[in-house]
């Protein structure tokens, strides 16, 4: 009988233990977001100071900025004379309440004896709209949008004084457009149009459909000479690697320093300037994101550290690529040793390769230069066997960015303005000699 009672309450021991297991197994939930759990854990192991590189953290509307932004009148076009005002006219907009969305076919850009043209760097979905401008309703703009894309934004003006924006696709087929009910708006911008204050005549490289703008007269410029500091590349290994209490280091016969575990790489240059990641991914499978996917993740995880120590655009983005451009005082920065982007590369969500500056600039004192007129540079590119205008993505203004390491802690600055043309995706210096600089002057 005894025998009996034990195996009754062995036999129900048993099947508490399976329930409890059972429930364990089916109440188990994987977390969500294992970089979460990762960033967690790093947070635990290092202070705030080891992973805050100084700089600030952005978002797509900061980011996603306009190259340029033309008044159009009786196909006459000005554009400001201070990239500084375009930038806080274009700020202003975003605050602008766009409402009564709706799609249309269309036939290139508004034909339209006044209109504002915006321009941007790149291809942008139409989905992006409300995370640049303020919107009444951000599902009326998803249900539109889907599968176009823009780089150039009309605004019009109503006859009651309100205006309509125009997100023209790239093939100029259709538009997606909204109205702002508001008259002083309405009265701000064709205030411009009436007094040009504040703005230069323009012209075009060529008559087309997108054209690219140049100012017409000589440029009266600002450039700069400073100084600016080093940044510690700890930090970037801090926030790169998985884990960096895992991580070895190296300094090369070259002074280049390297950062290293089982899998992860990062050299950081001898001027101690820029540094690059690489983190291979098996690519024999690709999972492609979408483009706010891709921007989002690529701003967290810069964010993450504070890496946003200058003004930054974006520039290009595509399916894996990344690339944001250093601006200052509203014009952009170019450097040919890549001092002035930060480029990634994502594969399937993962970061494959990061490239950034390691400086900060400290302080500057500006310097007046007179640069070539926009019509003499559209002369000499005309004339030279050295571009094809069909290659031409954009001209613009920009600075030249030098620098000499006086001492360990002192680097001398300077920022030269400068005509720079984009071809292929790549910007370089317009270099006009002086036979050609007399023969179109």
């Avoid at 700890?234 to 790169?240: F, V």
């Amino acid at each position: 009988m005894k025998l009996e009672v034990i195996k009754s309450y062995t036999l129900a021991i048993l099947v508490g233990i399976s329930l409890i297991l059972s429930f364990s197994l089916w109440s188990y939930q994987p977390k969500e977001d294992d970089e979460k759990s990762i960033l967690d854990e790093k947070e635990e192991l290092l202070n705030e100071e080891q992973i805050n590189l100084g700089g600030t953290e952005e978002t797509k509307k900061s980011l996603v900025q306009p190259t340029q932004l033309i008044f159009e009148q009786d196909n006459n076009y000005y554009g400001f004379s201070n990239a500084v005002n375009r930038q806080n006219l274009y700020e202003d907009m975003t605050s602008w309440v766009l409402y009564n969305f709706r799609i249309s076919d269309a036939n290139g850009r508004p034909n339209v004896n006044r209109q504002v043209e915006i321009i941007y760097p790149d291809e942008l979905p139409m989905n992006i709209i409300p995370n640049l401008f303020t919107v009444n309703n951000s599902e009326q703009v998803y249900n539109l949008a889907e599968n176009f894309s823009f780089q150039r934004l009309y605004i019009t003006f109503k006859s009651d004084h309100s205006l309509t924006f125009n997100f023209l696709s790239t093939d100029g087929k259709t538009q997606i457009s909204a109205d702002v009910n508001n008259a002083q708006k309405h009265d701000q911008l064709l205030n411009y149009l009436t007094t040009l204050e504040g703005l230069e005549k323009y012209v075009m490289l060529e008559e087309k459909e997108f054209p690219i703008y140049l100012p017409v007269n000589p440029i009266q410029a600002i450039g700069y000479k400073g100084s600016m500091s080093k940044l510690d590349p700890e930090i970037l290994k801090n926030a790169l690697f998985q884990d960096p209490l895992e991580v070895h280091s190296n300094v090369s016969d070259d002074m280049e320093i390297w950062y290293q575990d089982s899998v992860r790489l990062m050299q950081v240059f001898e001027d101690r300037l820029n540094m690059t990641f690489i983190h291979p991914q098996e690519t024999l499978s690709y999972n492609p994101i979408t483009f706010i996917e891709l921007l989002d993740q690529s701003i967290a995880t810069i964010n993450g550290y504070k890496g946003w120590v200058q003004d930054y655009n974006l520039e290009s983005i595509n399916t894996m690529n990344i690339r944001y451009q250093m601006y200052y005082r509203g014009y952009p920065v170019f450097n040919h040793e890549g001092l002035s982007i930060i480029e990634q590369k994502w594969v399937n969500k993962e970061l494959e390769e990061h490239r950034q500056p390691l400086f900060k600039i400290i302080n500057t004192v500006p310097e007046p230069y007179t640069l070539d007129p926009g019509k003499d540079i559209i002369s000499y590119i005309k004339e030279s066997s050295n571009y094809k205008i069909s290659e031409i993505e954009d001209i613009q203004v920009g600075f030249r960015l030098g620098y000499s390491i006086e001492t360990e802690e002192f680097i001398r600055l300077s920022l030269t303005p400068d005509w720079y043309v984009k071809i292929n995706g790549q910007w370089e210096p317009i270099v006009m000699d002086e036979e050609h600089r007399k023969g179109v002057s």
